[in-house]
């Protein structure tokens, strides 16, 4: 214990802070962290590039089709 000279008043100051407004839980839980950008998967990448290629190939083939005289 801490000795106090005689004739010193100590004076108490309360603090008061208003509730802020509640906050969504879900958002701040650890797991949801890990959230983020969502990206196409690896077969989804993997079909597009098929597809792309398929159309290239037919684009191809549809112009050099309309070269052949016949």
Do not use: Y
């Not at 000279?5 to 108490?12: E, L, N, R, S």
């Not at 008061?16 to 990448?45: C, D, Y």
């Amino acid at each position: 214990m801490s000795k106090r000279k005689k004739g010193v008043k100590t004076q108490i100051i309360t603090i008061t802070v208003e509730a802020s407004t509640p906050r969504n839980l879900l958002a701040t839980h650890p797991l949801m962290k890990k959230g983020g950008v969502h990206e196409k998967t690896q077969s989804a990448k993997r079909t597009a590039s098929r597809r792309e290629t398929r159309r290239m190939a037919r684009e191809w083939g549809d112009f050099h089709q309309s070269l052949c005289f016949v």
